[in-house]
């Protein structure tokens, strides 16, 4: 993306997120209280298409810091983050640069998808968003975890709530005091009080998470 449009994306990404924090503060007091005392999040904003699907992939089921590493190793091997580029590696090829066996078979299956005009971006993107969930959760190694992050942050879609998410499920105990940390289905529940900034939301519960993984 180039400079100047990354920074108008991000001015408004950081727009819209202050404005939903805002609604959010107003109705809910826990919001408003840890809002206060450890500030905004920053909007996180992803690269739409093959990309951003790469990256989902990527980041399942490892840590901040290992995603990144194996996306810095990706991106030197393939040179160019493209499906096509990246057909070109087998899933042995593709393990070299971190992935597990697993994962290089789902990467190679969404390149395929994009090749092939299966996964059609422009369709997806004008989609609703439970179709557009739906639509990607069909691709092998997405699931709605994966979809809805795709949505939050490469889409900017404002009314995301990935509550199968562990962070988030342990930052709304906290936040909101309960005994046990809620599961899915709890914190799906709890997340419609917060319809339609759950996207925000969901932000600030990393954020919040963050900030006790810290102390």
Do not use: C
Not at 154 to 159: F, G, I, K
């Amino acid at each position: 993306m180039p400079p100047q449009l990354q920074a108008s994306t991000e001015a408004r990404a950081k727009r819209a997120l202050s404005r939903s924090l805002g609604a959010l503060a107003k109705q809910d007091d826990d919001v408003a209280q840890w809002l206060a005392r450890i500030g905004k999040p920053a909007p996180r904003i992803r690269t739409q298409g093959f990309e951003g699907f790469l990256r989902a992939i990527v980041s399942q089921q490892v840590s901040i810091a290992a995603a990144s590493g194996i996306w810095k190793r990706l991106e030197a091997g393939l040179g160019e983050i493209r499906a096509e580029r990246l057909l070109e590696f087998d899933a042995e090829a593709l393990r070299a640069f971190g992935l597990s066996r697993q994962k290089a078979l789902y990467a190679r299956g969404l390149a395929e998808a994009v090749v092939s005009g299966d996964l059609d971006f422009d369709v997806l993107h004008a989609a609703p968003d439970e179709d557009a969930i739906a639509a990607i959760t069909r691709l092998k190694g997405l699931g709605r975890w994966s979809a809805e992050i795709y949505l939050l942050f490469a889409l900017q879609r404002t009314d995301i709530w990935p509550a199968n998410d562990l962070a988030l499920q342990e930052a709304m105990r906290v936040l909101k005091n309960l005994r046990a940390r809620p599961d899915e289905k709890k914190l799906r529940k709890l997340g419609e009080a917060w319809r339609p900034h759950r996207s925000a939301g969901a932000l600030f519960l990393w954020h919040v998470y963050h900030h006790i993984k810290q102390r």
